[in-house]
C-alpha cells in the first residue's frame, strides 16, 4: 500500500476554505426568497385587517375605516402581482429584498397614522420588518431599514389622527408618546443585534459544517488511493514483463547491438526495477491488508508522528494500560475523519511547543483515552471558553501567537480547530482543554472515548467508506 503524502493532506484541508470565500455557500448577492416575504405579508394583511374590522364592528370605535382598507388592499394587491409576475421560489437581489422591506415598514406608518401613530400598540411591528433583514441582509441594509422605521416612528409622533376611542378619540399626553418612541426604538435596536447575531452564528455553523464535510469526503478519497495503488501495481506488472523481454530479445537478436547494447542494458534494468518497485507494493499489500484495514490508536499516532520528527521539538509517548498489565490496547477501524482530527491537534501542539511535546495513551475495559500536552504558551484565557466554535482563530493580525486553538490550513479563518473537533466527537470522543498549572506552562488536549463505542463506530465508519 502506498502512503497518502503531506501535500495531499493540506491540499484537503485547503480545499475546505472554498466554501468560505467569496462565491462560496452564502453568496453576498443572495437575499430573501420571494416566497417568505410574500408569505410574512399574506400574514400581515390578514392580521390587520382583522384588527381594523373587529375595533370597527365589534368595538364602534370611529375611525376612517375606509382609508385602512384601502392600505391593507395596496398590499394584497401587491403580493398578487408579485406571485403572478415571477416564481415565489426565485431568491431576490439584496436590493429588492431591501425595497419589499421598506415598502412594509411605509405601508405600517401610514396604517398607524390613520389609527393613532404610536398612540397605538400596534407601533411595535416596526420590529418585524427590521428583524427579518438583520437576519438575512447585510448590517448596512438593516442599518438603512431601521433608521427609516424610527425616523417614521418619530413623525408619527407628532403627526397623526386621534387613537380610535369612545367619543371622537383619545389624546395621550405628550411624554407618554416619546415613552412609546423610546420603547419602539429600543426594541428595533435590540431586535435587530440579536436576530443578526443568531443569524451571523448559525451562517458560520452552516459553512463550517460544510467545510467539516468536504475535508472528510477528500480524505476518504485519498484514503481510497492506497487499494488503487495495489490495483495498479497488480496491472501494470504483465506491461513490464513484456517490455523486459522484448529488451532482451533485441539484445540477443540484433546482429550489430553493441552499438545500443547500453541503451537495450539500461531498458532492461529500469523495467526490472519498476517490476521490483511493484512486487513490493502488490506484497506488501498480500501480507499487511488485515493490518491496514485496522490498527491500534498508537500506530496511527506513530504514523502522525513521523513526519513530524526532526524539528526542534521532541515528540515523547507513554503508551500503557490504565488498570495493569494484561488488557489488550483497542485496535481500530482506519478512520480518516479520526485520523484527521489527530492530526491537526498533534501538529498544533507541536507549533506552539517550545522544546517537547509528550503524547499520552491510556485504556481499561470500557475507557480509552488520550492527552497531548506540551510547554507551549498555552491557551489564551480569552479562547477558552471559545475554541471549538467556528472561526474563533488563534492568530491576531500581526500574526503573534499570543492566543492558541490551531493551525487550521484555512489561512488563518480558525477552522481548524472546529473541524479536528468536531470529527473526533463524531467518533465518540469527549474533548476537554486546560492549560498546566504554575510553575509549569503549556496546554492540555484531553481526549475520552467510550472503548465498546469507539470500536464499533469505527468498524462501521470503515464499512461504510468501502
Known amino acids: 500500500m502506498v502512503s497518502i503524502s503531506s501535500q495531499s493532506l493540506n491540499s484537503a484541508r485547503e480545499s475546505g476554505a472554498a466554501l468560505l470565500r467569496p462565491g462560496g455557500i452564502h453568496a453576498s448577492g443572495e437575499g430573501l426568497r420571494l416566497q417568505t416575504i410574500v408569505r410574512l405579508r399574506w400574514l400581515a394583511v390578514f392580521g390587520q385587517a382583522g384588527a381594523v374590522l373587529f375595533v370597527a364592528l365589534m368595538l364602534r370605535f370611529p375611525f376612517p375605516l375606509g382609508w385602512c382598507l384601502a392600505v391593507i388592499a395596496l398590499s394584497a394587491w401587491l403580493n398578487i402581482f408579485l406571485t403572478l409576475r415571477w416564481r415565489t421560489s426565485v431568491r431576490l437581489h439584496e436590493r429588492y429584498s431591501t425595497l419589499l422591506l421598506a415598502y412594509d415598514i411605509v405601508q405600517l406608518a401610514a396604517l398607524l397614522f390613520l389609527t393613532g401613530g404610536l398612540a397605538n400598540p400596534f407601533a411595535f411591528l416596526f420590529i418585524v420588518p427590521v428583524a427579518v433583514s438583520a437576519a438575512t441582509l447585510p448590517p448596512a441594509r438593516t442599518l438603512w431599514l ?25 389624546e395621550l399626553p405628550p411624554l407618554y408618546i416619546a415613552g412609546m418612541w423610546v420603547a419602539v426604538a429600543c426594541c428595533v435596536v435590540f431586535s435587530a443585534l440579536y436576530s443578526g447575531r443568531t443569524a451571523a452564528e448559525s451562517r458560520q455553523m452552516s459553512n463550517a459544517l460544510a467545510a467539516t464535510e468536504m475535508i472528510l469526503a477528500r ?154 500536552r506540551d510547554d507551549g504558551p498555552g491557551f489564551a484565557q480569552d479562547v477558552m471558553d471559545r475554541l471549538g466554535d467556528p472561526f474563533v482563530t488563534t492568530r491576531r493580525r500581526s500574526e503573534t501567537l499570543t492566543e492558541r486553538g490551531g493551525r487550521d490550513g484555512h489561512g488563518g479563518m480558525g477552522l481548524g480547530f472546529f473541524i479536528a473537533k468536531t470529527l473526533l466527537e463524531r467518533s465518540g470522543a469527549r474533548v476537554s482543554l486546560a492549560n498546566k498549572r504554575h510553575p509549569e506552562h503549556g496546554a492540555i488536549i484531553r481526549l475520552d472515548w467510550p472503548r465498546a463505542w469507539l470500536e464499533q463506530h469505527d468498524l462501521m465508519s470503515n464499512e461504510a467508506m468501502a
Not at 431601521?146 to 383619545?170: C, D, E, I
Not at 482506519?334 to 491537534?345: E, F
Open 146 to 170: 431601521g433608521g427609516l422605521a424610527l425616523a417614521l416612528a418619530g413623525v408619527l409622533a407628532f403627526f397623526r389622527l386621534p387613537l380610535p376611542w369612545h367619543g371622537g378619540g383619545l
Open 219 to 372: 480524505e476518504q478519497k485519498l484514503s481510497a488511493l492506497d487499494g488503487l495503488a495495489a490495483a495498479a501495481a497488480h496491472e501494470l506488472g504483465t506491461p513490464l514483463a513484456t517490455i523486459q523481454l522484448v529488451a532482451n530479445e533485441l539484445k540477443r537478436g540484433i546482429p550489430d547491438a553493441q552499438r545500443l547494447e547500453e541503451d537495450l542494458d539500461l531498458l532492461v534494468s529500469q523495467s526490472a526495477r519498476c517490476r521490483d518497485i511493484l512486487s513490493r507494493l502488490s506484497n506488501r499489500d498480500a501480507q499487511m491488508d488485515d493490518m491496514f484495514a485496522r490498527q491500534k490508536l498508537s500506530e496511527m499516532l506513530e504514523e502522525i508522528v513521523e513526519p513530524l520528527r526532526g524539528s526542534e521539538v521532541a515528540i515523547l509517548f507513554d503508551v500503557k494500560p490504565e488498570d495493569g498489565e494484561g488488557i489488550a490496547e483497542p485496535v481500530l477501524a482506519r478512520n480518516p475523519g479520526l485520523r484527521y482530527g489527530l492530526t491537526n491537534l498533534v501538529e498544533n501542539a507541536v507549533d506552539f511547543a517550545t522544546t517537547r511535546v509528550e503524547i499520552e495513551v491510556g485504556w481499561s475495559m470500557h475507557t480509552v483515552t488520550l492527552e497531548i
